[in-house]
Structure formats: structure tokens, C-alpha cells
């Protein structure tokens, strides 16, 4: 596949370091030695033995309720797998909604070609819209902008091809999605993804609103929870540290969240559950 390279796409004077214009939460990519990067190699772990032990490749990411972190755990987690050189990440950005992979990674406008072109066009490939950001051995498609409603958009056959394809070509494929409460579009990426991981805010998503969210998405597909946020103090040789997220708006004090990680119960016979 010929990616163009993302200061070509941008007009990012050669020699920028792409990382100045990352948001200060993708700890995977700005400080992978620190401990909060290092609870992300844990989640990075869970998935790379999801992927021996079941095949598991293409992975949803998200939430009960908007602002919940997801799009910080998406591409945390795309920081810590690409750190491996020799493995090849893509991002996509399927919240047409309210896409924020672009914001996050310092790329500018969301609405430029990507998931919806290469969905609403038959002559528009994957490799024509996927970017390939070098300086951080990470691919991203970002959500495009459709004329279509999104529930259109993701319930075309062309789907399950571009998905397929991607399969052929990386090695995972982490898909931010809309909350999965309020909207179906979650719900109809189901069909073609591997596994879900449900990312709760801790002292903000209702129990109830969780409880609703995981009777939505198939249960054999809930591979994981990612508990969000929690601010009780942590000691330095447990929990899950990282950085809650409002969706639209990135904090810019983050709190430190311990997560919980839930496997699929007729897939894996062992349940892992990190302290909090």
C-alpha cells in the first residue's frame, strides 16, 4: 500500500516533529518510559493475547455516554501497540458524529476524505484515504465528510469490504465509535468487529446508562471494560493509569484512572481484574 506521508498531506515544513502537535493525554506516544504509558502496555498486552488465543484483530472502542474517555483509550492504546516496530496500527475515526481523532493527533480538519469517501465511492481505496503519520509508525482514517446520515453511511454493504481489507493490511484495527446508548451506530459496526471494549467514567457514567450500554452490544463481544478517571490515590505498583477525556474538549488536568478488564466469558475461561 503507498501511503502519503502526513507532511505532504498537511504542508508540515519538513523536519517538524509531529509530536508537538499532540495532544498532551497520548502519554503512549509522548512519554512512552512514564507509568501512566506503562498501564497502557498492560491494555496493550490483554489485546496482543486476545489476538493469539481467538484471532481477535479488529477492535471498537467505546462508551455508554459521550465524554467518557474513549478516543483517549483508542489511541493510547494504538501508542502502546505501535511501539513494536514491526506492527502495523490503524485508527478509524467512525464517529461522524462528533470525530475527534484528528483533534487529538494535531491534524486539523476531521472532514477532509476518509471513511465516508472511501464508503460512499467504489474508486475510492482504503490506501487512497488512510494517512500514515511515520514519525509515529501509526495509520489513521479519519471520518470523512459524508453527505449521508452516519447510520447510512456505516450500514452499507461497502463496510464489511473496507473492513476486510483492512485485515489484509494491518495488523490491528482500533475503531473509535459513537457512544453506544444514545446512538445505533455502534451497534451496526457489531456485525464486522471482533471485540468491543467499553471505556466508564468514573464519578460521571450512570450505572444504569453502563448497565444499558452492555445489553445493547452482543455479550460475546464485550471483551473489556476500561474503567476511566478514578481519582482515589493510586499506589505506584497497581491500577491502570491514564487520562480522562471529554470527547469534544481535552482536559488539560487529567485525572488518573484504574480500569477493570472483563473477557468474554465463552471465549476465555480466565477473568483478569487489575486492583483498584
Not at 512512552?32 to 498486552?45: C, M, V, W
Request: hydrophobic share 35%; with cysteine; charged share 25%.
Amino acid at each position: 500500500m503507498t501511503h502519503i506521508s502526513e507532511s505532504h498531506r498537511q504542508g508540515v515544513a519538513p523536519g517538524t516533529d509531529i509530536r508537538s502537535r499532540l495532544v498532551e493525554e497520548l502519554v503512549s506516544f509522548l512519554s512512552p518510559a512514564s507509568l501512566e504509558a506503562d498501564q497502557y502496555r498492560t491494555l496493550r498486552q490483554l489485546v496482543e493475547r486476545l489476538r493469539r488465543e481467538s484471532a481477535f484483530q479488529v477492535l471498537a472502542v467505546t462508551s455508554a455516554t459521550p465524554g467518557d474517555g474513549k478516543t483517549i483509550t483508542t489511541l493510547n492504546l494504538a501508542g502502546s501497540l505501535v511501539q513494536s516496530p514491526n506492527t502495523r496500527v490503524l485508527v478509524i475515526d467512525a464517529d461522524l458524529h462528533r470525530p475527534a481523532v484528528a483533534g487529538y493527533l494535531g491534524l486539523g480538519d476531521a472532514r477532509t476524505h476518509g471513511l465516508a469517501e472511501t464508503i460512499l465511492h467504489d474508486d475510492y481505496s482504503l490506501g487512497r484515504a488512510v494517512r500514515h503519520l511515520e514519525p509515529l509508525n501509526l495509520s489513521v482514517l479519519l471520518s470523512g465528510d459524508g453527505h449521508m446520515a452516519p447510520y447510512e453511511l456505516l450500514a452499507s454493504p461497502r463496510l464489511e469490504g473496507l473492513l476486510a481489507e483492512a485485515r489484509r493490511r494491518y495488523d490491528y484495527v482500533l475503531i473509535d465509535t459513537p457512544p453506544v446508548v444514545p446512538l445505533a451506530d455502534c451497534r451496526l459496526l457489531g456485525r464486522w468487529v471482533d471485540g468491543f471494549i467499553v471505556v466508564v467514567a468514573a464519578h460521571k457514567t450512570p450505572r444504569k446508562l453502563l448497565v444499558e450500554a452492555l445489553k445493547l452490544l452482543d455479550p460475546e463481544k464485550v471483551v473489556g471494560v476500561v474503567f476511566n478517571g478514578d481519582d482515589r490515590p493510586l499506589s505506584p505498583y497497581y491500577g491502570y493509569y491514564g487520562y480522562s477525556d471529554s470527547e469534544r474538549t481535552p482536559s488539560r488536568s487529567p485525572a488518573r484512572p484504574s480500569s477493570w478488564w472483563r473477557r468474554a466469558p465463552n471465549r476465555h475461561k480466565q477473568t483478569t481484574q487489575s486492583h483498584r
